[in-house]
């Protein structure tokens, strides 16, 4: 026990004077710290025992008072002081490794007023002791180390540390390898520590060779011991070194199968099996075999390992040629995936790494003979693709090129027979023996299938052997252009508004020949056109047509003649209708109708010239002839789909005859315009070729033909035969469509049939004067035929009198 006496009439300080006004003397304690206290960590007690005494010489009657660290803060309930006698008492063991000391702060107090008297520092100082002993990071280390590791190999590392003080023997802590299990033949394990001495880390290595036939696995029991003084304190590990096993055999060849035989030409086949024997371990990498091909100089062959057998399989994996080699010499090696290792042990020196002598791998090798069968090949050109260029239009028999193959088969027949591919346009020939190409027609540059200047035509080489092979061959042929085909219009009709001024349209030309010689193009027109018609600019690909206001409306027919870069001319006739701008639509309908009255008549007189024409030859009935045999009706109409029982002779459908056969009414026929009722006069002929008959009144929409059901005759609507020959009907129709189809074309046009454009003011109601613009009409006037009212009988009197009005008085 301490005990400490103070007087405090000697240890205060009394007098620090303030310089401030007014001088006034203050008192100011003064602290002192007594390091005298010790404790022992972990004493056992018993508990509490007296620490020390603190006395204070006094003439006045004090208490004392002890606070900070181990009394009012952690580690709380250590401490305590009796505040009469000053004794310090200690209630619990203390951890060094915690608290190295304990700071507090002791005080005197004045009974009487409880006023601080004397304050003191207090240190308490923990005293160490050996009471922990070194641990291991971890119990138990587990390493996985291959048989082919070299000697002075890291295997693993230790980590132990000590919690006593640093720099003292309790604190520092030695590594040593207490046991190796089992006992190790050719082999020695040592430990290697490093760091601080209260943190060590050992590093375990081994000398020697590793056997795993020796030992599969190795435990190590290492132990931590600190210098304790007076006790010393230890704890251990353990190390389990497992050895995998490694290759301690070579693969060694016991034989082979498979033909070692291939077709040239063939790839991706196999061809042999190579076996092996191993006394590894089955399955491991130490047993798995690897084979390596050596001498094959065209990287034809491929050899894999089997992985159930661990045979080797030699696959052709690019063709062979039978002409460069019928036997193929190869050698296989065979190691295995893990490499091979062995290792002794030759001397053991005192220091240092052992004397050990190791084998690497000593790969097994097997000669392999391949044989190459001959096949029949096909023949091949050399260069296979040929491009010549040749001007067009060159003469028939043109020599253009010579392709000639070669067969290296030796074994077959190699005589080649040459023929044509792929020529689409028929234009070469080709010599069966020679291999020569020739012209057959004028080649065309701007013929189908001639792609940018470029045609095609293949070539076939074809060997007798069995069975036969072919080779091919291509020739592109490049044709260089020449000026063989003059400009031509993009459109030759075309409308115009009649106006008060100039109105244009625009041509284009086009040229199938390439430049030079295209376009531009040089436009002239020819005739008498000054004042009414000219071309502006006159050069380029589309240029304008413009029209005067001298040019009247109507139909006009122009010629225009069209030059190209070189020279090279065609005329082309223009076909130009002027219509009021309203009627643009209809302006190629009323073309037909306003050439002028002469005219007008004239074309009406031939088409009804060559509807009579029609009528008489249909009539005559030569050849062979067929009776139409019609069923009794008692004078009425039959209707029918089919042209069975008979096909109805033509009759034509002028007004005189249009009560027989489609009723329209006189009122109606006057309606029509005289190319108007030819018209329907003439395609009435066309439809009843097919047994239909066109009736322009029954349920037609504007602008349409429309074929309606067959209307099979009575007797007694027969004219002036019962017969009709349909070889002559037929011989004539193919020789009047054509011109019937010119005629007739602008009337026929789609939703713009003559009649059904809006109706156009020519005069109006009340003024006598009649404009000038009116198309005259004209209505045949001959007497209708008398003989064959007898024979349609009197039903049909009154529609055949509204046509014909002198019946009226009959």
């Not at 029509?672 to 006069?681: D, N, V």
């Not at 007694?716 to 189809?741: C, F, N, Q, R």
């Amino acid at each position: 026990m301490n005990t400490i006496t103070i007087n405090l009439f000697t240890t205060l300080c009394v007098g620090i004077l303030s310089a401030s006004p007014p001088e006034t003397l203050v008192r100011k304690k003064r602290y002192w710290i007594i390091d005298s206290f010790q404790i022992t960590e972990e004493y056992p007690g018993p508990f509490p025992y007296l620490l020390g005494k603190i006395e204070v010489e006094k003439t006045f009657a004090v208490g004392f008072n002890l606070q900070g660290q181990g009394v009012t803060e952690e580690p709380k309930g250590t401490l305590s002081i009796d505040t009469h006698t000053g004794e310090i008492w200690v209630h619990k063991k203390i951890d060094y490794e915690e608290y190295q000391i304990l700071k507090l702060t002791f005080e005197a107090r004045k009974i009487q007023n409880n006023v601080v008297d004397t304050r003191l520092g207090v240190e308490v100082k923990v005293m160490d002791i050996n009471d922990n002993a070194p641990r291991f990071e971890k119990e138990t280390y587990t390493v996985n180390l291959k048989e082919s590791a070299s000697q002075n190999t890291f295997l693993t590392g230790v980590l132990a540390s000590d919690k006593d003080k640093y720099m003292t023997n309790n604190g520092t802590l030695d590594l040593r390898i207490v046991s190796v299990s089992p006992l190790p033949i050719d082999l020695e394990f040592y430990i290697e520590q490093s760091g601080p001495g209260n943190n060590r880390v050992g590093t375990i290595l081994f000398k020697g060779c590793l056997d795993h036939e020796k030992a599969e696995k190795y435990t190590i029991l290492v132990e931590a011991k600190d210098r304790g003084e007076k006790v010393q304190l230890s704890s251990t590990s353990t190390v389990i070194i497992n050895i995998e096993d490694g290759n301690n055999h070579l693969p060694v060849f016991t034989g082979q199968t498979g033909s070692g035989r291939v077709k040239e030409g063939d790839e991706k086949v196999p061809v042999l099996r190579l076996q092996v024997s191993d006394q590894d371990t089955p399955g491991t990498d130490a047993w798995r075999a690897v084979y390596t091909i050596h001498g094959d100089t065209g990287n034809h062959f491929r050899i894999t390992t089997d992985p159930q057998s661990n045979e080797g399989v030699l696959f052709v994996d690019k063709a062979l040629d039978y002409e460069k080699g019928s036997l193929r010499n190869l050698s296989v090696s065979v190691t295995n995936v893990m490499p091979y290792h062995t290792c002794q042990v030759k001397s053991r020196p005192d220091e240092g790494l052992w004397d050990v002598v190791t084998t690497g791998d000593v790969p097994a090798i097997r000669q392999v003979v391949v044989t190459v069968e001959d096949v029949n090949e096909p023949p091949f050109f050399t260069p296979d693709v040929k491009n010549i260029t040749v001007n067009e239009n060159m003469p028939v028999g043109l020599t253009l090129e010579v392709f000639t193959a070669t067969d290296l088969d030796h074994s077959y027949d190699n005589t080649l027979l040459y023929m044509k591919g792929e020529d689409l346009n028929e234009w070469v020939k080709v010599d069966s023996k020679t291999g020569t190409i020739t012209t057959a027609k004028l080649l065309d540059r701007e013929a189908p299938n001639v792609i940018n200047g470029h045609y095609k035509v293949t070539l076939y080489a074809v060997d007798s052997g069995k069975p036969p092979m072919t080779g091919t061959g291509t020739l592109n042929i490049h044709l260089n252009d020449q000026n063989d085909n003059t400009p031509f219009l993009e459109r030759t009709s075309m409308d115009m508004c009649l106006s008060d001024q100039a109105s244009v349209t625009n041509i284009t030309a086009l040229d199938l020949d390439g430049d030079p010689y295209s376009g531009p193009f040089r436009f002239q027109l020819e005739g008498d056109v000054n004042d009414k018609w000219r071309i502006e600019p006159n050069n380029g690909y589309t240029v304008s047509l413009v029209k005067e206001t001298t040019v009247h409306a109507g139909y006009h027919e122009l010629k225009l003649r069209v030059f190209d870069l070189q020279g090279q001319q065609a005329v082309h006739n223009l076909s130009v209708s002027v219509c009021e701008c309203y009627q643009i639509q209809h302006c190629n309908l009323r073309s037909a109708t306003q050439l002028g009255g002469g005219t007008a008549i004239g074309i009406l007189l031939a088409l009804l010239l060559l509807g009579v024409l029609l009528l008489a030859l249909m009539l005559s009935c030569e050849g062979e002839m067929r009776p139409i045999i019609l069923e009794e009706s008692s004078g009425a109409l039959m209707k029918s789909y089919i042209e069975t029982p008979g096909s109805d002779c033509a009759v034509p459908l002028l007004c005189q005859q249009i009560p027989a056969i489609t009723a329209v009414t006189h009122d109606n026929c006057k309606k029509r315009t005289a190319a108007g009722a030819e018209l329907e006069s003439q395609s009435s002929y066309l439809l009843r070729a097919s047994g239909k008959v066109y009736r322009p009144g029954l349920g037609r929409q504007p602008g349409s033909l429309h074929r309606v059901q067959s209307t099979t005759l009575n007797k007694s609507m027969i004219v002036s035969s019962k017969y009709w020959s349909e070889d002559s009907y037929l011989a004539t129709y193919d020789g009047l469509l054509p011109v019937l189809h010119k005629m007739t074309y602008r009337l026929q046009m789609q939703g713009n049939e003559l009649g059904d454009y809006p109706p156009h003011p020519y005069a109006e109601e009340g003024d006598p004067e009649t404009s000038s613009q009116l198309d005259v009409i004209s209505i045949p006037e001959s007497p209708f035929n008398t003989d064959m009212l007898l024979h349609l009988g009197p039903r049909f009197n009154t529609l055949a009198s509204l046509c014909t009005p002198k019946l009226n008085s009959s």
